[in-house]
Nanobody, 118 residues
Framework: QVQLVESGGGLVPAGGTLKLSCAASGTISDIGVMGWYRQAPGKQRELVATITRVGTTNYADSLKGRFTISRNFARNTVYLQMNGLKPEDSAVYYC????????????WGQGTQVTVSS
């Protein structure tokens, strides 16, 4: 079993920055790809970025250049650096990890709220 705990959300003005963290615990060796997703009110959850065990990254096209995902394997933590924040970036941000041994088995954090004021 894997547990994910996010932190770092908050209220920032447009153009500001935030760095989200997601700490993993439990059976760390089961974790494959880690990533961030977000869900705004009334909208579906959407991909923000993912990072593999070897550091390969993938981003939502609309977020490339503003958001950066990184992973510290020694600390079992994944980060999301968000720059140039816009009001439309406001959402609950969720950390995700997949189980590299079991297809379609994912783990989710509880989410952290990001609010960008205009």
């Amino acid at each position: 079993q894997v547990q994910l705990v996010e932190s770092g959300g908050g209220l920032v003005p447009a153009g500001g920055t935030l760095k989200l963290s997601c700490a993993a615990s439990g059976t760390i060796s089961d974790i494959g790809v880690m990533g961030w997703y977000r869900q705004a009110p009334g909208k579906q959850r959407e991909l923000v970025a993912t990072i593999t065990r070897v550091g390969t990254t993938n981003y939502a096209d609309s977020l490339k250049g503003r958001f950066t995902i990184s992973r510290n394997f020694a600390r079992n933590t994944v980060y999301l650096q968000m720059n140039g924040l816009k009001p439309e970036d406001s959402a609950v941000y969720y950390c995700n990890a997949d189980n590299r041994w079991v297809p379609d088995l994912d783990y989710w954090g509880q989410g952290t709220q990001v609010t960008v004021s205009s």
